[in-house]
């Protein structure tokens, strides 16, 4: 079964810092992983989608990288601003049957101090 | 080129009621898929559906079924309604590649 764990799961940084959240998944047979963004009380902002055989995505300010042998992604985000104040998820997709489920982490708040 | 919308945004219900939730995807995305996510948790796969036939089901009972129509629209219905569905209900399209997310139906079940 696939878990994803992200870690830590709060983080507060002074605007302007480069930060790195973190992403790791115990089964390394995936099709993707994904980065959202999800304000309080909202749906999920896709950020970011990164295939199985690719290395890193990259979107303005917003680097996500994918070790698939080691289970592990990261999303470096650059120059942060108090608007990036949000939680951080990361879900992978894998094959079941043929269908497209993604098994979500926790999150990451992170609140970025003026 | 419209996003996934929801309805409704909120919603109320008491123990043992039905709900029915709406879903309308992304143009031209094909497959609609349903989580449930429960405060300060990340979403939990329900189901999904392709092209109208359920292809995929999570660790949800059967009381949580789903359609999905010929406009790839869908719905979402809970039975018997338990105070633990209380949750914010996202449903998402997709085309084979990223996923897409409405902004989700917030039900309280008292």
């Known amino acids: 079964k696939q878990e994803v764990t992200q870690i830590p799961a709060a983080l507060s940084v002074p605007e302007g810092e480069n930060l790195v959240l973190n992403c790791s998944f115990t089964?390394?047979?995936?099709?993707?992983l994904q980065w959202f963004r999800q304000d309080p009380g909202k749906g999920l902002t896709s950020l970011l989608l990164?295939?199985?055989?690719?290395r890193e995505q990259t979107s303005g300010r917003l680097n996500a990288s994918l070790d698939k042998s080691s289970g592990r992604s990261t999303l470096y985000i650059a120059a942060s601003q108090p608007g990036d104040s949000a939680t951080y998820l990361c879900?992978?997709?894998?094959?079941?049957?043929?269908?497209?489920?993604?098994?979500f982490g926790t999150g990451t708040r992170l609140t970025i101090i003026p | 080129e419209t996003g996934v919308t929801q309805s409704p945004t909120h919603l109320i219900k008491t123990r043992g009621q039905q709900v029915t939730l709406r879903c309308s995807s992304q143009?031209?995305?094909?497959?609609v898929s349903w989580y449930q996510q429960a405060l300060g948790q990340g979403p939990q796969f329900i189901f999904q559906?392709?092209?109208?036939?359920?292809?995929g089901r999570g660790n949800f009972p059967p009381r949580f079924s789903g359609l999905q129509f010929p406009n790839y629209s869908s719905e979402l219905n809970v039975n018997a309604l338990e105070l633990d569905d209380s949750a914010l209900y996202l449903c998402?399209?997709?085309?084979?590649?990223?996923?897409?997310f409405g902004p989700g139906t917030r039900l309280l079940v008292l």
């Open positions: 559906y392709y092209r109208e036939e359920e292809n």
């Open positions: 879900a992978v997709m894998v094959p079941d049957f043929g269908n497209e489920k993604l098994t």
């Open positions: 990164i295939q199985s055989s690719q």
């Open positions: 998402a399209s997709s085309s084979g590649g990223a996923q897409y």
């Open positions: 089964d390394s047979a995936i099709y993707n």
């Open positions: 143009s031209g995305h094909n497959t």
